[in-house]
């Protein structure tokens, strides 16, 4: 069964901090790089950081400095620690495999709004 259970998001004050959860199938986390994306109203959905099955992490420059992705690899798990948030960071936030795997399947994702 294929499955992506984000949760986390909220409602935070700018300069504050959030922390997401992914829950994942195995069939989608195993041995997969994973990443967070995230997708602002009427905008494209983008990557904002990724982490191979061996805990090598890469971020967009957007949010590096700010927010911190982490695996366990036990549970299928994949967290985002978000820090010193901004107003920009608003977006629902995804998690999947990096690059995407089949069937493409997609989460519902977890609303991370921010006030200025």
């Known amino acids: 069964q294929v499955q992506l259970v984000e949760s986390g998001g909220g409602l935070v004050q700018a300069g504050g901090s959030l922390r997401l959860s992914c829950a994942a199938s195995?069939?989608?986390?195993?041995?997969?790089?994973m990443g967070w994306y995230r997708q602002a109203p009427g905008k494209q959905r983008e990557l904002v950081a990724r982490?191979?099955?061996?805990?090598?992490?890469n971020y967009a420059d957007s949010v590096k400095g700010r927010f911190a992705i982490s695996r366990d690899n036990a549970k299928n798990t994949v967290l985002l620690q978000m820090n010193s948030l901004k107003y920009e960071d608003t977006a629902v936030y995804y998690c999947n495999a990096f690059p995407v795997v089949p069937p493409y399947y997609w989460g519902k994702g977890t609303l991370v709004t921010v006030s200025s």
């Open positions: 982490i191979t099955s061996g805990g090598i992490t």
């Open positions: 195995r069939s989608i986390f195993s041995g997969n790089a």
